[in-house]
Each structure stands twice: as C-alpha cells, then as structure tokens.
C-alpha cells in the first residue's frame, strides 16, 4: 500500500485530482444530509472538511473518505430537532468519545463474524441506495437533464480508452458545465441545494449545560451515532481491503473515526463516517494513500470558500452522472449471475437478499448487516445442529452398550440429545464415547448431565469417555452445577 515515501509525481497527481473529484461529489451530498439533520448547509460542509482531514491523519484505511453522511444524519436529526444544534454539537463529541473506547476495547475484532453472503449484500445494497438517490435529481426537471446525463455517463465509459492522466468524473465534471454555462441551460445547480460558506469553521465548545441531565439525555444518541458511524466505516473498510487487496487497521480506525467526530464536533460539525459512494469514487479512480482523503477535505473548503460561485453553478446533471457510474461499478453483478445462483446453497442467497431488502427498505447500511449476520447465524446453527450424531453399538453379552457422539455440541445441536437415548431398555452400564464431538457451551454439559439423571433414577451407571481437553475441562467446571 503506498505511502508518502512512494508520492511519485505520477501518483500525486492521481491522488490530487481523484480528491478533487471526490470534493465535487461531496458538497451537494453534504448539503442534503444537512438538510436531513435539519441544519445549516454549512454544518454539513464543515463537517465533511474536519472529518476527512483528521481521518487522513489518524485512520486505519488509506483512500477511504470520511464526510458527512445520510445514516448519522438520521441519528442526530431528533437532537437538532428537539433540542438545537449545541445539542447535537455535543451529541457528535460524545458519540467520538463512545468510539474511541469501543475501538480500544477491540470492537473491530466483529467484524470477522461478518458473512461473505453478508458483506456482498452491503456491496449491492449499497449500489442500490447510491443509485435511489440518484432519482429525485431526474425527476420534475427540464429535458435538457437526460441527455446531459447520458453524455456525462458516455464520457467517463470512453475517455479512459483516450488517457487515464486526468480522472474521467472530473473531465465529465467540466464538460458538462462548460455545456450548461455556454449554452445557457436552465437545469438545477450546485448552488440550488444551499448557500456554500464563505469562511472557515472556527472551534470552541457547545453551549450545553454540563450537567447529569444533559449526559443522560444525550448519551443515546450519541452511542447510536457511535455504533452505526463504527459500522459502516468498519464495513467500507473492509469492502476497500477486498478491492485493493492491501489490509487496514480496524482498531486504528475505529478510534480514528471516534478522533474526527471529536474534533468535528468541536467545530461545530454534525458529525460523520465513511462515506461509502465518495470512496468508490475515489479507489475507482486509482488513489491508494492518505493524500487524496486530505486532499478532498481541503478542496471542499477551498471550492466552497474561494471558488464558490463557480462551483456554484456545476449541474446536478454532471455529479448525478458520476454517482450512477459509481452504484452500476460496485454492484456485484457476478452474484446475481444464473450460474451463481443455482450453485449457490439457498441460505447464503437467502442472506444477501434479506442483507440488501432491510437496508433498501430502512436505508440504513448498519441494520442490514445486522439482520443479515442474525440470519446467517441462525441457518449456520441449524446446519451444524443436524451434524451431530449418536449411535448405540450394545456388547454381544448384552451387559454394556457404548454411545457414540458425533459432532459439535452447542446449545442447537444438544436440545434434542437428551432423547437420543433408551433409558428404559439399556443394560445397567452405559459408556458415552466423545472422542468425535466437542462440548461448546452450558447447554451441552447440562444435557449430559440430564442423560445421566434419566439413567440414575433406573439404578443405571453412565461413564463420559473420549472427551478432548477443551471439552473435559468445561464439562468438569460445569457437570452437576446447573441445576438447584
């Protein structure tokens, strides 16, 4: 994975123009999720600057964007709503304060629970919902928009085959605007989603009661905020892993992300993760390092400060362009191929499409990687509950029969071990041999202890072999000792 000691000038200039492309594409998103949270554009925008600058510095994944987005947004909106904006200010501090301690309590170690059916149904859904937003830009707007979208999308399909120098999104970018402004189109701007600020944000601290009270009634939102920020960048990163094929610290950028809001909310930002779309944007147009995260950071702000009447009147049609090319390059059209599908065993597709139907239908990333991993869970313990097996080989003396258990014993597996036996017509000793299972948890040592009960009330002697040492020592802590 580069780093500043392999910044060639070649690899600078990829990394400065991709994060200047990436800025474009941050502002209007900014300015809608302001607009979400029900805030000034420029708490948005101040919020987009601050995260990606610090995230640069401090996180664990090269290339990945940082800014404001549509899923914290929705958390902090009812504390600027229901409260004002010093409210979520602090809400945002806090929820930086929960991250940075989750992360160094390990909470990125999850993230190997995470599914591959899982992690492709974020990928999908994820080019899914970029494209859904998408649609309102083309909708009620003048005809002149299709055919601007189109030409955008044409250009950055052919002008790679021309030369890769300058990223095709921003070629796309200028065309279209020289486009609009020389021809003199009437079709919705940058400068019609909000006002862009004309100065830099200044820090200082919310004006909050530092009170128990205001503690309590923040606290909420601000772990809600720090969960669903963890998980979506934890998923990004990982999702940039797979693409780069480089690794990423997921504990450094966990209490990375937790730094940035900090430092956000400081600034009177309304706080932020990983910007999945815009990081598309950026891996796609080959940046590899930190540079092009701070570059796009500081380009927002000087667009919006120093350019912002220009930058002002870029079509919507241009950046709605960018963002279809970016929703149709990450869906994972391989996994919803026919051939795909019917070698693919029916719970994992079962998983990806409940991972994609709950984040499609509640628009939120972090809940349909949990529903999805819930799922997989239970299809995975049901699986493993059938592979545990128990057959009875009797003594041709008729005085001892030997029980073999077979497979993994947890909780599913071992509910229906206790019938497996017959109490009534076996001999008087009785041997289980687990030499082929493994005891996992309580609920497999109680119900041997329940067999032994059922046989003990027949005046019946059961003796436990075969048991491997993990299973031996957890079956001798907890034998006898689960029931009153």
């Given amino acids: 994975m580069p780093d500043l000691r392999h910044l ?46 610090v995230i640069a510095i401090v996180g664990g994944r090269s290339a990945m964007i ?21 409210y979520l200010v602090a809400t945002v501090i806090l929820g930086g304060v929960f991250q940075v301690v989750l992360g160094a309590l390990g909470v990125a170690r999850l993230m190997r629970f995470v599914p591959r059916s899982v992690m492709v149904g974020f990928v999908n859904a994820l080019a899914i919902l970029i494209f859904m937003a998408q649609v309102p830009e083309l909708v009620d707007v003048p005809w002149v928009v299709y055919p601007l ?8 399909v052919f002008f790679p085959r021309i030369t890769r120098v300058v990223p095709a999104p921003l070629v796309s970018i200028a065309v279209l605007t ?3 402004l020389g021809a003199g189109l009437a079709v919705p701007t940058v400068g019609d989603r909000g006002v862009l600020p004309s100065f830099l944000p200044v820090p200082g601290l919310p004006d909050v009661p530092f009170t128990v009270d205001t503690l309590t009634l ?26 780069t094929d480089t690794p990423s610290g997921k504990t450094r950028e966990s209490i990375g992300q937790g730094i940035a ?31 092009s995260t701070f570059a796009a950071g500081v380009f927002l702000m000087i667009l919006c400060i120093v350019f912002g009447p220009w930058v002002s009147q870029i079509p919507m049609a241009a950046l709605v362009a960018v963002m279809v090319l970016v929703s149709f390059s990450t869906f994972d059209w391989h996994s919803v191929a026919p051939a795909t599908l019917r070698r693919m065993p029916l719970g994992e597709t079962s998983v990806m499409v409940i991972t994609v139907a709950v984040v499609v239908v509640t628009h939120n ?18 699986r493993v509950a059938h592979l545990a097996s128990v057959t009875a080989a009797v003594d041709p003396d008729g005085t001892q029969v030997v029980y073999a258990v077979t497979g993994e014993l947890f909780f599913a597996s071992s509910n229906d071990l206790v019938s497996r036996f017959a109490y009534a017509t076996d001999p008087d000793d009785v041997v289980i041999d687990l030499t082929d299972a493994h005891i996992w948890d309580a609920s497999s040592v109680a119900a041997l202890d329940a067999v032994q009960a059922k046989y003990a009330a027949r005046g019946k002697k059961v003796t436990i072999v075969g048991l491997n040492r993990p299973s031996a020592e957890l ?3 907890l034998a006898g000792q689960l029931t009153p």
């Avoid at 940082?66 to 010093?86: H, K, Q």
């Avoid at 979208?149 to 250009?155: D, H, M, S, T």
């Avoid at 993760?273 to 891996?283: L, Y």
């Fill in 178 to 180: 020289a486009i609009t």
């Fill in 8 to 53: 060639t000038p070649r690899v600078l200039r990829t990394e400065l123009l991709s994060g200047l492309v990436v800025a474009l594409a941050l502002i209007p998103e900014a300015i809608s999720f302001s607009i979400i949270a029900g805030v000034d554009p420029s708490v948005g925008l101040f919020a987009s600057f601050t995260m990606a600058v």
């Fill in 475 to 477: 079956h001798e802590t």
């Fill in 218 to 243: 923040i606290a909420p939102y601000a772990l809600a905020l720090a969960l669903v920020g963890l998980m979506e960048s934890l998923m990004t990163a990982k999702l940039v892993d797979d693409i």
């Fill in 66 to 86: 940082s800014a404001a987005t549509g899923a914290i947004a929705l958390v902090v909106a009812p504390v600027a709503r229901e409260y004002g904006l010093a």
């Fill in 149 to 156: 979208v189109v030409g955008g999308l044409a250009l950055m």
């Fill in 261 to 291: 809001n900090i430092v956000t909310g400081f600034f009177g930002g309304m706080g932020g993760c990983a910007m999945i779309g815009q990081t598309m944007i950026n891996v796609r147009n080959g940046a590899r390092t930190r540079v």
């Fill in 365 to 382: 990333l972090a809940i349909g990687v949990v529903a999805g991993s819930l799922v997989a869970m239970v299809i995975f313990a049901r």
